[in-house]
């Protein structure tokens, strides 16, 4: 059910990579960048249960190596037999360090996340924070495309019902454009 949207999505990186000639280098200071992501996600409290992911991000170049970024991102969770889906909805709002180096861009993210967890008849808001990790290909000085992966763990409850510590976490393709 999830392998046609991921192959065509790696078929559509694997076109772009092969057709961008030309030199790239990091979102620098004052550049800006859009992404969208799309991948594998588990989310869980007392068990994992696997789903899909997908996302936007915005990156704005504070220096040559710092980033902000706010990344708005849901997944959802098929139900088993006895219970709902499940489903996150994300905001994430922090920063990103990354190594330029040549054409390969390994990065690393810290942020705060605001989720809105729902599934199984109840809802909750939490908040908590937010690592990720992965490494970017310049495909040319305009377009990205990533590996990437990230954990968040929803230890604060604001609103809602629960009583564990929900988490989720991602890993994914993202393609980007560089303004």
Not at 41 to 55: E, F, I, K, S, T
Not at 145 to 163: E, I, K, P, V, Y
């Amino acid at each position: 059910m999830l392998g046609r949207p991921i192959q065509g999505l790696l078929t559509a990186n694997l076109v772009i990579l092969c057709a961008a000639p030309g030199l790239g280098h990091a979102t620098g200071a004052g550049e800006k960048q859009v992404s969208a992501s799309l991948g594998f996600a588990l989310a869980g409290d007392d068990h994992a249960r696997p789903g899909m992911q997908a996302g936007i991000e915005a990156l704005m170049g504070f220096t040559d190596s710092w980033a902000g970024r706010a990344v708005v991102s849901g997944s959802w969770q098929p139900g088993s037999a006895s219970g709902s889906p499940r489903q996150v909805t994300a905001l994430s709002l922090g920063a990103t360090y990354s190594l330029d180096v040549v054409r390969w861009v390994p990065f690393v993210d810290l942020g705060l996340s605001l989720a809105d967890l729902r599934g199984e008849g109840a809802s909750s808001q939490r908040l908590g924070p937010q690592v990720g990790l992965g490494a970017e290909y310049l495909l040319s000085r305009r377009w990205t495309l990533a590996a990437l992966a990230r954990f968040d763990f929803f230890a604060l409850r604001l609103a809602g019902s629960g009583g564990a510590h929900p988490w989720w976490a991602c890993a994914g393709l993202r393609i980007g454009r560089v303004f």
